[in-house]
């Protein structure tokens, strides 16, 4: 590794550079390339590296920082939590309530165990209803901790939501929904694809804006 950035060589046709999740800088290039062609190609990034950098460290620190407070995104809003003496925790319709006296790690396990449990019944109740209507039938439908998609749909038709998705609106789940489900007739994201999504969400461009914001603001929290 160079001091300043590690080198990875792949089968790829150009260079790249990644920020990895520790805010380290990693050239990714074809295999072969010279030393001097990835320092020339680093020198002529200098000012993207630093923005990038930069950027990387403080959505660490955000994370780092990250605790549950006064209030927690539900379905596309935003709902007190209240700390309440005695075990118990959830979510009643108007509040999270969480024990008396916790906070930091304690308290984030709590509400994804509470966001867990309203995902598995909301989306996939939902997911059931909409694949009846449409005729789509998945293999099955679960609920997962990915992080970085929202849904997908594997080769043998089973769909998947994760958990965080509960927190977007209910046009942004359905869409989601809609999306994957549409992958059972085309696994691909072909002209045919965004069709079928179209003629049974009209609106899916704004609900994947809804879902671009929302991405970006969890992001800077440590829901892990």
């Known amino acids: 590794m160079n001091d300043r950035y590690r080198i990875k060589y792949q089968k790829r046709k150009t260079i790249a550079i990644y920020i990895t999740d520790n805010a ?19 020198d002529r990034s200098g000012e993207w590296i630093s923005n990038a950098l930069e950027r990387k460290k403080m959505l660490i620190n955000d994370r780092q920082s990250f605790e549950i407070t006064d209030s927690a995104r539900l379905l596309g809003k935003i709902y007190p939590v209240k700390y309440i003496s005695g075990q118990k925790f ?4 108007e509040y999270f ?3 008396e006296g916790i906070s930091g790690n304690d308290a984030r396990e ?15 109740k939902k997911a059931k209803t909409i694949a009846d209507a449409s005729g789509y039938k998945p293999s099955g439908i679960h609920i997962t901790s990915a992080k970085t998609r929202w849904g997908s749909c ?7 939501f994760s958990w965080r998705l509960i927190m977007a609106s209910p046009a942004a789940i359905t869409y989601v929904i809609v999306h994957e489900l549409s992958h059972i007739a085309e696994h691909n994201h072909s002209r045919r694809f965004w069709e079928l999504v179209e003629c049974s969400f009209p609106e899916y461009k704004s609900a ?17």
Do not use: M, Q
């Open 24 to 42: 380290e800088i990693e050239v990714r290039c074809p295999i072969g390339t010279t030393d001097n062609s990835i320092k020339a190609f680093v």
């Open 154 to 160: 594997s080769g043998r038709n089973s769909i998947n």
């Open 97 to 99: 309530y969480l024990p």
């Open 110 to 124: 709590r509400i994804i165990k509470v966001y867990k449990a309203i995902a598995k019944s909301y989306i996939i």
């Open 90 to 93: 959830g979510f009643n319709g």
């Open 208 to 224: 994947e804006k809804e879902l671009k914001t929302l991405a970006a603001l969890i992001a800077h929290e440590n829901w892990d």
